[in-house]
């Protein structure tokens, strides 16, 4: 049943949609909650694909990229910035704090380090090895492994029914030095219109961005769609474009005004989590290639 406040959040990531909705209860900001809430995984060494942990891309570096979108419809972002555990918050006040909307590398964390951010290394061992071991055939396919990535976005709907949304990632890992993905560009990611509701998008990032799904998915609920039939249409729209679909995964989720939430992807295992009224649920997503 739809309801709100509530918070959506791609993945299996109670910890973060439950931090949300206790950001939520404390009478806060839709836009508090989901920064505190992706700030849960950035922080986690175990999540390789947020934040510090994060697989590297093919040179070893971690490299990170992160937006957020305000109730008005502002947007802040940073792409391949390093060092930075919490890019969400860096994104956050490059929204708020300066005439821009989107900072990339260098200056980005240039611009964190003077906002008071404490640069340190994000390679754990962990994700270390991994790179290692990847090194050994260094086979560079930018094939997303469709059972394991998790790029966290997240919606959330706070007590005056306002919306915002937030999403960050370490990208694909082993990826080109200098590669960026959809989560942190406006209309692919994510996209919120607090008219109309939002979404947010996981997976193939390149696949993504050529057809600006999140935009399209608030576009085609503002027609009328629902958050589910909007989903649907945006993962057609990928396969549409890209005949060898089979080789990657791309997924969405979305809400509306109302609460009502939808997800979609193109293959199986691609699952997300609510948490309303503070219980969270997590959800197996339906998928196109039965
Ligand atoms: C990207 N969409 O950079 C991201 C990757 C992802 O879980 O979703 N990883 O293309």
Not at 39 to 55: F, I, T
Not at 91 to 118: C, Y
Not at 252 to 278: L, P, R
Request: hydrophobic share 35%; glycine share 10%.
């Amino acid at each position: 049943k739809p309801s709100t406040p509530m918070v959506i959040a791609t993945w299996n990531v109670p910890n973060a949609t439950a931090k949300a909705w206790e950001v939520l209860q404390a009478g806060k900001s839709a836009l508090d909650a989901v920064e505190q809430g992706v700030m849960v995984e950035e922080a986690d060494e175990k999540n390789q694909s947020v934040g510090k942990g994060g697989l590297p891309d093919r040179d070893g570096n971690v490299t990170l990229d992160a937006c957020i979108m305000n109730k008005d419809g502002d947007y802040g972002a940073v792409v391949c910035i390093e060092n930075i555990k919490h890019p969400i918050s860096v994104a956050r006040k490059v929204m708020e704090d300066t005439p821009h909307v989107l900072l990339a590398g260098n200056g980005a964390k240039q611009f964190a380090i003077e906002s008071g951010f404490t640069p340190e290394n994000l390679l754990t061992e962990a994700s270390k090895k991994a790179w290692e071991d990847w090194k050994v055939k260094s086979e560079y396919k930018p094939i997303i492994n469709v059972e394991n990535h998790d790029t966290i976005g997240m919606l959330a709907i706070d007590k005056n029914g306002d919306i915002s949304g937030a999403c960050t990632t370490s990208g694909l890992s082993y990826k080109m030095q200098g590669r960026v993905g959809d989560s942190a560009i406006i209309g692919s990611g994510l996209f919120v219109d607090n008219e109309v509701g939002g979404a947010t998008a996981t997976g193939m990032g390149e696949e993504v961005l050529k057809t600006v799904g999140s935009f399209l998915i608030v576009e085609l609920m503002r027609q009328g769609k629902s958050p589910q039939e909007a989903c649907e249409e945006a993962v057609k729209r990928v396969i549409q474009k890209s005949p060898n679909y089979k080789d990657f995964q791309v997924g969405y989720i979305a809400v509306n005004k109302k609460g009502e939430t939808g997800a979609y992807c193109i293959h199986e295992w691609f699952n997300y989590t609510t948490n309303q009224d503070g219980e969270n649920v997590n959800h197996k997503s339906d998928f196109y290639a039965k």
